[in-house]
C-alpha cells in the first residue's frame, strides 16, 4: 500500500520545500491545492499558468512525490449562479492543467444549497441532484477532451450524499472519466448507528471507480461525529483496507486532516492492519 498527504496540511510553502518536507516525512505521494498549499500561487489562465503548473510538477517530480490528487473544491450547486460559474471555470482551469503537475485526477465534493456547503434538506432533492449534473456534463466533455479524469467526494450532507445517489451520478453522466475519492468518514452521516453497511454498499456500486482513499477516523459523540487521525476511532479500518487489497489496484491512501506529528503513527496503525489482512 501507498501512504501520501494531504499537502496543505503542512501549511504554504514553495513548491520545491513543500516536496522536500513530504518527503522528508517518508511519503512518496500527495494530494495538491495548490492555492492552500504553495506560497505565491496565482493561477493564471493560458500558457503562464501552464508554466507555472509544469514548475510546480516539476519541483514535485525532483523529490521523487507524485501528486495524485489536484484538489480544485467548489460548490457546483452554488445558490448563486455566478459563483456557481466561476467555481465550474477554475475547475475547468484545473482539468487543463493537470497534466502538467502529473496528475490527470482532479477532485471536488459536490456541494449544497448553502454558501458554506453545510447540511441543507434540498441537497436530497431531485432538483439539487439535476443541477449538479448540468454543472458537470461540460465538464465531462472537457475532462474526455483533455484526457483528464474527475474525481468526485461524496459527503453525506452534500448533493451525493449515499452510495446509491454516487452510483445514479457515475451512470447519468456515463463517462469513464469520473472516479471517485472515496473519505468513508465523510459518508457517514451524524447519528450513524451501522458505518459497514454503508462501506460495504459503497465497495459494491463503486469500488471500480475509486482511485484514492481519504484516511481519517471518528467517534460518533451523541449524535455528530468528532474527527480523529486514523486509526483511534470508530470506522472498521480492518473492512476498508481489506476492500483496498482484494481490488488488486495501487490506491494510495492519503491521510486527510492530519497534523503532521500524527502521520508516522497513523501509517504505522495502517501497516498493521494491512499487514494483518493480507492473505499473502
Not at 513530504?22 to 508554466?51: N, T, V, W
Not at 484516511?215 to 486514523?230: H, N, S, T
Request: aromatic share 6%.
Amino acid at each position: 500500500m501507498e501512504f501520501g498527504v494531504r499537502a496543505h496540511d503542512f501549511g504554504r510553502m514553495s513548491a520545491s520545500a513543500l516536496a522536500r518536507t513530504i518527503a522528508a516525512h517518508g511519503f512518496s505521494c500527495a494530494q495538491l491545492a495548490p492555492a492552500k498549499a504553495i506560497e505565491g500561487y496565482r493561477d493564471l489562465p493560458g500558457s503562464e499558468g501552464m508554466a507555472e503548473a509544469r514548475g510546480i510538477g516539476s519541483a514535485f517530480a525532483a523529490e521523487h512525490v507524485r501528486i495524485v490528487v489536484l484538489g480544485r473544491y467548489f460548490n457546483p450547486v452554488h445558490p448563486d449562479p455566478i459563483e456557481r460559474e466561476r467555481g465550474a471555470m477554475a475547475f475547468h482551469r484545473g482539468l487543463e492543467i493537470a497534466g502538467e503537475l502529473g496528475s490527470p485526477l482532479v477532485a471536488t465534493e459536490t456541494g449544497s444549497a448553502r454558501e458554506d456547503c453545510g447540511p441543507d434538506p434540498w441537497n436530497s432533492s431531485d432538483e439539487a441532484y439535476g443541477a449538479l449534473l448540468e454543472t458537470f456534463a461540460p465538464l465531462v466533455d472537457a475532462a474526455e477532451g483533455l484526457g483528464a479524469s474527475i474525481g468526485i467526494e461524496p459527503v453525506a450532507s452534500h448533493v451525493l450524499n449515499t452510495p446509491g445517489r454516487m452510483r445514479r451520478f457515475i451512470d447519468d453522466l456515463g463517462s469513464r472519466s469520473i472516479r471517485v475519492v472515496f473519505d468513508p468518514v465523510n459518508l457517514v452521516p451524524d447519528g450513524c448507528e451501522d458505518p459497514r453497511n454503508i462501506l460495504s454498499e459503497s465497495f459494491e456500486l463503486f469500488g471500480d471507480r475509486i482511485d484514492v482513499l481519504h484516511a481519517k477516523d471518528y467517534v460518533m459523540e451523541g449524535r455528530r461525529k468528532r474527527q480523529l487521525p486514523a486509526g483511534l476511532g470508530e470506522l472498521d479500518y480492518r473492512l476498508v483496507i481489506s476492500f483496498l487489497l482484494e481490488t488488486g489496484r495501487a490506491i494510495p491512501v492519503l491521510f486527510d486532516k492530519t497534523a503532521p506529528a500524527d502521520l508516522d503513527d497513523c501509517k504505522r496503525r495502517l501497516e498493521a492492519i494491512a499487514a494483518s489482512s493480507d492473505p499473502a
